[in-house]
T-cell receptor
Framework: GAVVSQHPSRVICKSGTSVKIECRSL??????MFWYRQFPKQSLMLMAT?????????EQGVEKDKFLINHASLTLSTLTVTSAHPEDSSFYIC?????????????FGQGTRLTVV | SQQGEEDPQALSIQEGENATMNCSYK?????LQWYRQNSGRGLVHLIL?????REKHSGRLRVTLDTSKKSSSLLITASRAADTASYFC???????????FGQGTELSVKP
């Protein structure tokens, strides 16, 4: 199956710093990628839809200035958590769908566990 | 809430027994997908059922879809300890192209 690579898998940062998470589709092109956040024992909450070459679409309640999304190419989207605080500690997961195949499965990265101290 | 609902939230069974998980959703969908997640890991796609399908099989997995009731079920037959994981349904809405996840069922299969 298709592969989505997410990096880093784990990061610890100090309060006030910024952290960038990368999501790459390795063997297919993705005009759209999705960023989710997951708290322990909870489901995935969609944060934003990342659109190649245009602005991301954020879900209600997600601060766009805090969670910066850039989708510079058909295979790469990045999520930057700016001025991180301990409450931003969470598991962040990206997913991508093959642009050439409509209505098919999504492929997920392995996730990034962010801990803000 | 954008999320659908799943029940049960947690399910504990013995190896060899069947496990059934249910999912309800709110919007019109193109398809519904089931995913598995081992603790602290990414998601693995299990099966996709389209809105014009009523039942689908894949190995020990059986999925049903009732669009009139906006509900789906996932049956895992002859469960194994390795099936222990969290299972999520995700709806692929007609509008938006994004996957919205249910709350998940935490399955524990005891050897």
């Amino acid at each position: 199956g298709a592969v989505v690579s997410q990096h880093p898998s784990r990061v610890i940062c100090k309060s006030g710093t910024s952290v960038k998470i990368e999501c790459r589709s390795l063997d297919f092109q993705a005009t759209t990628m999705f960023w989710y956040r997951q708290f322990p024992k909870q489901s995935l909450m969609l944060m934003a839809t990342s659109n190649e070459g245009s602005k991301a679409t954020y879900e209600q309640g997600v601060e766009k200035d805090k969670f910066l999304i850039n989708h510079a190419s058909l295979t790469l989207s990045t999520l930057t958590v700016t001025s991180a605080h301990p409450e931003d500690s969470s598991f962040y997961i990206c997913s991508a769908r093959d642009s050439s195949k409509v209505g098919t499965e999504a492929f997920f990265g392995q996730g990034t566990r962010l801990t803000v101290v | 809430s954008q999320q659908g609902e799943e029940d049960p939230q947690a399910l504990s069974i013995q190896e060899g027994e069947n496990a059934t998980m249910n999912c309800s959703y709110k919007t019109s969908i193109n398809n519904l997908q089931w995913y598995r997640q081992n603790s602290g890991r990414g998601l693995v796609h299990l099966i996709l059922i389209r809105s014009n399908e009523r039942e689908k099989h894949s190995g020990r997995l059986r999925v049903t879809l009732d669009t009139s009731k906006k509900s789906s079920s996932l049956l895992i037959t002859a469960s194994r300890a390795a099936d222990t994981a969290s299972y999520f349904c995700a709806t692929d809405a007609v509008q938006g192209g994004k996957l919205i996840f249910g709350q998940g069922t935490e399955l524990s299969v005891k050897p």
